[in-house]
């Protein structure tokens, strides 16, 4: 595994190359192995990575094996390539690498830019998935979708989740360019499942569709959510798509935006079987199965200790809306690390109303936007300097945050009135977590 590591690492880690070339030769001189089993294909803006794996627990409890490429990881690499649902080996993914090198040298040889980071572990993920072999693939993008390393798959199933301006000195200025790249996944004949999107977003969406044929489904045309109650650990959804309604389904996850993403997860699978009603138990035992670490998780109480990776303005907005209906916190102090390519003044704008104090501090990344910048633009988000402070690492400004919290519950003594919200990039969530759940497990 430490020669994979290495090897990835010296691939551009961080770039995206408008250029399908490499990997198409690649998956090419490897036989084609996404095309060994169907996929479901993932795109969006939010929400790609719960859909993707509310999609596999719902395939799962249809008895089918899966196989779930998601990115990025939170702690481990091989967080990214899951089969039945379960992290690969490690020992096995370096199998994988030295079945695929021979050729990743080839292709390298073949081209002037050698592939990227994000295209072998495609091919990866691809490779391991054959060889399981898996019955389903579920696939999400890295970035866009028209030139992302995923798409030679072909899918049936398309999923495009709620589009927002993110990426853009990639993806475009505006909703409807990048709404355009992300539209590249839907192929000819697929279905295209398409979540809540604004105007503009929505006519891309919908015109791809009609270019290439695909069948369109639609929240709030041909789906919805038609109610949700809070329910421990979670809340209690009702969703409506075309064949059925599935009434008192429990989704242990909080927050409206995920009840949209389970809609669409729904919809997914339901395309993918045929587009037949399910029968609405297996429906309730897939989406009970359903896990989504670092999205409005809680990881520790007194005090309520929570993870989200929201990272852009529309992520902070559905973070603080699930945090004002599921959570009952009187004060909040929030550890925010972000990367330097994200708008910052525009995410801490959307999380304001519900931050009582803003610890800044910066992740463990090269791409880290410095402590001291992100403490500048919170003060001027924030309006006052005593709601800010700063601790450049994670571990510091994570042990400032509980200090803060626990003086407060001294103060009130009401402990589930007081939380402390990590935030702000996945990799400063997946760097917490690791921190806090060894804290308190110690020998995972």
């Keep these: 595994m430490a020669r994979l590591t290495a090897e990835l690492a010296a691939r551009r880690p961080h770039v995206m190359v408008p250029d399908l070339s490499r990997m198409t030769d690649l998956v090419d001189l490897l036989g084609s192995p996404q095309r060994a089993y169907p996929s479901i294909h993932l795109t969006g803006t939010n929400g790609k990575t719960s859909t993707a794996r509310m999609v596999d627990a719902l395939l799962r409890a249809h008895d089918l094996r899966t196989g779930r490429y998601t990115s990025p990881h939170l702690e481990a690499y091989v967080e990214r390539i899951a089969i039945d649902g379960e992290p690969i080996d490690a020992t096995r993914l370096a199998e994988v690498w030295d079945e695929i090198a021979p050729l990743v040298g080839l292709v390298d040889g073949r081209h002037e830019e050698r592939l990227t980071f994000f295209e072998v572990g495609t091919a990866l993920a691809f490779a391991a998935f054959a060889d399981a072999p898996v019955d389903v693939g579920v696939i999400e993008v890295g970035l866009g979708g028209t030139w992302d390393a995923t798409n030679v798959i072909g899918a049936g199933v398309a999923v495009i989740t709620p589009v927002s301006l993110d990426h853009t000195e990639l993806l475009g200025e505006s909703v409807a360019e990048i709404a355009s790249e992300k539209a590249g996944i839907i192929c000819a004949g697929a279905t295209a499942v398409i979540g809540g999107q604004q105007p503009e977003a929505l006519e891309v969406l919908l015109a791809r569709c009609e270019e290439v044929g695909a069948r369109a489904v639609v929240e709030g045309r ?223």
Aim: net charge negative.
């Design 222 to 444: 041909d789906l919805a959510v038609l109610d949700r109650r809070l329910a421990v650990g979670g809340q209690l959804v009702t969703l409506a798509t075309r064949a059925a309604t599935y009434s008192d389904v429990l989704l242990p996850l909080f927050g409206e935006h995920q009840a949209h993403n389970a809609l669409l997860a729904l919809a997914a699978v339901e395309a993918f079987l045929g587009g037949r009603a399910l029968d609405a138990e297996v429906v309730r035992d897939g989406f009970a199965a359903a896990t989504s670490p670092g999205r409005l998780e809680i990881v520790r109480t007194s005090p309520t200790v929570i993870l989200d990776g929201a990272h852009n303005p529309a992520g902070a907005a559905a973070l603080a809306a699930g945090l004002r209906e599921s959570f009952d916190l009187g004060r909040l102090v929030v550890v925010v690390g972000m990367l330097a390519d994200k708008d910052a003044a525009g995410f801490l704008e959307q999380l304001a109303p519900v931050v009582d104090h803003l610890v800044a501090t910066e992740p463990a990344s090269p791409r880290a936007l410095p402590a001291e910048d992100l403490a500048d633009i919170a003060r001027d988000v924030l309006g006052e300097d005593d709601d800010v402070s700063l601790a450049p690492s994670l571990p510091e400004a994570i042990d400032r945050a509980v200090a803060q919290a626990d003086v407060a519950f001294a103060e009130t003594g009401e402990a589930g009135g007081v939380g402390v919200l990590i935030t702000g990039s996945l990799v400063t969530v997946g760097e917490a977590r690791t921190l806090l759940v060894r804290r308190q497990h110690p020998a995972v």
